[in-house]
């Protein structure tokens, strides 16, 4: 068992199955560097209150930045004997520097240095994925520019509705993901990371001398950027994790989006539609069945997302009925954060491949488009503008609809005498064009047909 940041005060060692059940350094590791950035600040702060001379504080300092270098270099190994990351770090200090190390964690706590290290992973990942959402945004974008101009199918209700352009399709998407990456970047505006709370109620340490620090460390501190401040309430601030169920909330958005996307393409790519290709090297086959090529891809991103809105839930539920401030549950707090990073960033960076290896099968969606029923709203709509009231007009399309179906014949084939029955302003001429893509296209006029994908994502 590693040496522990507390303990004189009991007699008894831990149960040993106990240490490891309240051990968290098993996936609190990927907090090393952000709690190394507190650690770099709190050893100016010590150094401008005067609890650290300045060889002291070099010799920290130098100690820190060593450790941030074996992590960049892949060379960190955390011990797995320490109970967290803190303790790990704080060892390794004592190894590195000796002596000094002892003064390194005078008046702060773990409770402050958890949330700075967390804030600071946010951050930084939020960074990382808002690059990501970029990448599918561009990929959909390409998508939409090599098939803009094509047709396809719009459906209400899993049942086809109308005619749009594939541009169309392809900006809903970006419509979303645009607004997803809104709110990554107003999380990241948002997000301030505190220091000076200690346990609960702050620290005797002079808020002039935690100013100085930050100013100073921020040299070397370029990730932590300007949003760093002294801690306006101490106790919220230890007691808080509702930027992480933000961040959390904003993860489960992204992959709802992620998953209708999913679910379109698997439907779209069967053969009872095919009105889509997917990439092989996306796609599984069977065991037995020689010609399944399955989109396993698609799949196991609509199946994680029980895993993302879990995430979610669970810590909504874990901080439900926490009494102020610090409480040991919170720990648990990390694996539904570290679990939902991993997952949307992984599948975003997939997604960006994946769907710039989509193709549409033009002759497939051609075919469907050649169902007359599509244009059943272009048809009332025709009639509206010839003077018919909208009511009127939906039930004269839907008994023409219904003959259509019951004598089982086209409407294009109906003859002029029998189309005048149903309305004096239909014509054999008049349906012909209006039963058509070109012109259910044509008289959008409130539609971003003709827009930029680009210029969507502004709106």
Known sequence: MAKKLWGARF????NRDFFEFQSSIHYDYKLAQYDIYHSLIHVSALREAGILNEEEEKKLIAGL???????????????????????????????KVGKPAYKLHSLRSRNEQIVFDEKLYCSQQGSILADLVRKVLSSLEFLAQKYGDSYFVGYTHTQRAQV??????????????????????NFMDSLWIYIGAGALAGTSIPKKAYNQAIKKSLTFLKEVGKGIGVAKSALDNVSSRDFIVEFLSILAIIQMHLSRLASDFILYSTKEFDFLDLPQ????????????KNPDFLELVRGYTGIIYGNLFSLLTLMKGLNLSYNRDMQLDKQALFSSVDIVKKELQLMADFLKKVSLKKENINRVLEDEYLYATELAEFLVY??????????????????SEEKKVKIKDMPESLLKKFHQEFSSEVLKKILSPEYAISVKKSTFSKASSRNLRKK
């Open 164 to 185: 749009l352009l594939f541009r169309e399709y392809s900006l809903a998407f970006i419509s979303m993901l645009g607004r997803d990456l809104r709110r990554l970047d």
């Open 11 to 14: 007699k008894k060692e831990p």
């Open 386 to 403: 010839k003077g018919v009231p909208f009511q009127e007009a939906h039930q004269i399309v839907g008994r023409l609809i219904k003959y």
């Open 281 to 292: 090297e996306f796609c599984t086959g069977s065991s037995l069945m020689p010609h399944k």
């Open 65 to 95: 930045l060593e450790l941030l270098r074996d992590i960049a270099d892949n060379k960190f190994k955390p011990d797995l004997n320490s109970e967290d990351i803190h303790t790990d770090i704080q060892n390794k200090i004592e190894e």
